[in-house]
């Protein structure tokens, strides 16, 4: 069974940096994409970021220039999150998607201070 697993949230203050990291229990190439994904209280879950085993990269509106999102290991990925504002406040979760799949760690929390 494919594992997804988050880390590195926690709390910051506005302006801040976190680096969140999500470790696959299989290969990332062998997703089509993968990303990341958070969820404010009282919200819906919305993308944040996305990338492809080629390396083309998509990122939401409202993290563009701030967030990057990479991979570090062939089961390894990063999402760097610069110049954080309180409402980058979520829980932030790893997605991999392969086929009709979708594989979905437990979430990391991130809570940004203003």
């Known amino acids: 069974q494919v594992q997804v697993v988050e880390s590195g949230g926690g709390l910051v203050q506005a302006g801040g940096s976190l680096r969140l990291s999500c470790v696959a229990s299989e290969p990332m190439f062998s997703f089509n994409v993968m990303g990341w994904y958070r969820q404010a209280p009282g919200k819906e879950r919305e993308l944040v970021a996305t990338l492809t085993p080629g390396g083309s990269t998509n990122y939401a509106d409202s993290v563009k220039g701030r967030f990057t999102i990479s991979r570090a290991s062939a089961k390894t990925a990063y999402l760097q999150m610069n110049s954080l504002k309180p409402e980058d406040t979520a829980v932030y979760y790893c997605?991999?998607?392969?086929?009709?799949?979708?594989?979905w760690g437990q979430g990391t929390q991130v809570t940004v201070s203003s």
């Open positions: 997605n991999g998607r392969r086929g009709g799949a979708n594989y």
